[in-house]
Every structure is written in C-alpha cells, then in structure tokens.
C-alpha cells in the first residue's frame, strides 16, 4: 500500500523535477527511517542519486 507522506505545491512554470529537492528534504527532515521512495518516470538520474546519498535508501 502506497501512502502519501508528503507534498509540494509549487507555480506551474517549475517543473515535477526541478522543485524535488525541497520535497526530498521535507521527507528526510519527518521520515528519517524511511527506505524505499516511489516516483513517476519524470525524475531523472540526479533525483536517484541525491536521494541515495540523502536517505540511503531505493528511489
């Protein structure tokens, strides 16, 4: 079961994969044992990695 831990909402004009680092750190800061991460198709290869190196953790 996939359940919604947190959100952004930010302008139109700043895309999904742009404005994640705000939402990675809003995670880390509330959900520090927090181990796997599921995203759309849009989040490119720079999301996985800061996300390994910030949680350790699977995106």
Do not use: N, P, Q, W
């Not at 994640?20 to 995670?27: F, G, M, N, R, T």
């Amino acid at each position: 079961m996939g359940l919604l831990l947190a959100f952004i909402i930010h302008a139109a004009c700043v895309h999904d994969s742009k404005g994640e680092s705000d939402l990675i750190a809003l995670l880390k800061s509330r959900f520090e044992r927090l181990v796997k991460i599921v995203a759309d198709d849009s989040y490119r290869r720079e999301l996985i990695e800061k996300t390994k190196t910030t949680f350790s953790s699977i995106l």
